[in-house]
T-cell receptor, first 113, second 116 residues
Framework: DGGITQSPKYLFRKEGQNVTLSCEQN?????MYWYRQDPGQGLRLIYY???????QKGDIAEGYSVSREKKESFPLTVTSAQKNPTAFYLC????????????FGEGSRLTVL | AQKITQTQPGMFVQEKEAVTLDCTYD???????LFWYKQPSSGEMIFLIY??????QNATEGRYSLNFQKARKSANLVISASQLGDSAMYFC?????????????FGSGTRLQVQP
């Protein structure tokens, strides 16, 4: 079945460590997005990519990095520079940048110990 | 810049009754889209309904309808005949459709609890 797969679902990390969250889609979508959600709050945009080999910073990009080497993959690295990385991370995609509806993965919950 | 405001942190509704979740927005874009998503406790984001800024009729999808008032910049979600499974967080979102950053901007959400 087509969809967006995020892994791992749960991740624990020690302070000072980098961690990479995987996002893979087999929908043949051009645009992909990473959002962060803190408890009881809305989603905030970290990074987005409208096409392969191109990506743009969102509202809270500091302490994060991404790559888009393949159309189907958009991994997010949470670096040690991110002050408060404990959060729920959601990856999404749309067929084209102009298409409205976002298709979401099931999310990755990161906890820093 | 775009901004979405959801002023109701939490709402209660009796099963089988209708409920309206408020959403106001601010944008300088002429062409934009408005969306509502549902997030159950499992965390997944479920798309509910879409309204384009140039659509003259209010969008409807089954028990969901969007009360779009462009002049007032509001896009309220109406859920008719509430069910226990409707208990969840609901997010209003928007994005420009022509130019600029074409990523969704989300509101802070409303937690809906349906009571039997």
């Amino acid at each position: 079945d087509g969809g967006i797969t995020q892994s791992p679902k749960y991740l624990f990390r020690k302070e000072g460590q980098n961690v990479t969250l995987s996002c893979e889609q087999n929908l043949n979508h051009d645009a992909m997005y990473w959002y962060r959600q803190d408890p009881g709050q809305g989603l905030r945009l970290i990074y987005y990519s409208q096409i392969v080999n191109d990506f743009q910073k969102g509202d809270i990009a500091e302490g994060y990095s991404v790559s888009r080497e393949k159309k189907e993959s958009f991994p997010l690295t949470v670096t040690s520079a991110q002050k408060n990385p404990t959060a729920f991370y959601l990856c999404a995609s749309t067929p084209t940048p102009n298409t409205g509806e976002l298709f979401f993965g099931e999310g990755s919950r990161l906890t820093v110990l | 810049a775009q901004k979405i405001t959801q002023t109701q942190p939490g709402m209660f509704v009796q099963e089988k009754e209708a409920v309206t979740l408020d959403c106001t927005y601010d944008t300088s874009d002429q062409s934009y889209g408005l969306f509502w998503y549902k997030q159950p406790s499992s965390g997944e984001m479920i798309f509910l309904i879409y309204q384009g800024s140039y659509d003259e009729q209010n969008a409807t999808e089954g028990r969901y309808s969007l009360n779009f008032q462009k002049a007032r910049k509001s896009a309220n979600l109406v859920i008719s005949a509430s069910q226990l499974g409707d208990s969840a967080m609901y997010f209003c979102a928007m994005r420009p459709m022509d130019t600029g950053r074409r990523a969704l901007t989300f509101g802070s959400g409303t937690r809906l609890q349906v009571q039997p």
